[in-house]
């Protein structure tokens, strides 16, 4: 799938040295704490592949990944464990490098798997996240793309901004004003 002339598609193992190279930067390892070796990431990558509800993606630019995007079954995910969530519910990590951020183009990225959400992992009924509630950057991107805030949430590893859109119907609120996400009540997931 082309996002502004990159193109996201499939991660494999054969990603590994450019993901681990973009997750050791210093702005993305702050957020995803997986500063990983070559050999562990391929070994992680692969087992995104063979998992049924799990669709790792790489956003590479003339073949070199600058960014990396994991959507999941939040049923199946330490989310779901966290909040409450419907049978058909997708989530998303994204990471951006350092070539791949200060144009909107997380945003755009989002918006891109949004917009096929339906046809991954055997369907979607809403979209999810869970970025770090003090990653504001983040907070922005997914509020562009026309994420609405749900509340937080504690995870095991941190505080989380719940945020979430359906397809087909985010498309009228992208690019609108909206509040703060931090008004969103804390606690529950739609």
Known sequence: MPVDGLVLRQATPADAEDLAALMAEPDVEQWWHQ???????????AGLVRDPNSLPLTLADNGRAVGYVEVYRVATDIL????????????????LGE??????????????VLDAATGILDGCGRLVAEPDARNTRSHRAFE????????????PD??????????????????????????????ALL
Do not use: C
Request: zero cysteines; charged letters at 20%; aromatic letters at 4%.
């Open 80 to 95: 779901g464990q966290h909040v409450a969530h419907r049978p058909a519910d997708l989530g998303m990590h994204l990471a």
């Open 35 to 45: 500063a990983w070796e070559k050999d562990r990431w391929a070994e992680y990558i």
């Open 158 to 187: 941190k505080i989380a901004l719940l945020v979430a859109a359906e397809p087909g119907l985010a498309s009228g609120r992208a690019g609108q004003e909206a509040g703060s996400p931090h008004e969103a009540n804390q606690g």
């Open 144 to 155: 562009a793309a026309g994420f609405t805030a749900a509340g937080t949430v504690q995870l």
């Open 99 to 112: 070539l791949a951020r200060g144009r909107g183009l997380g945003a755009r990225l989002i918006r891109s």
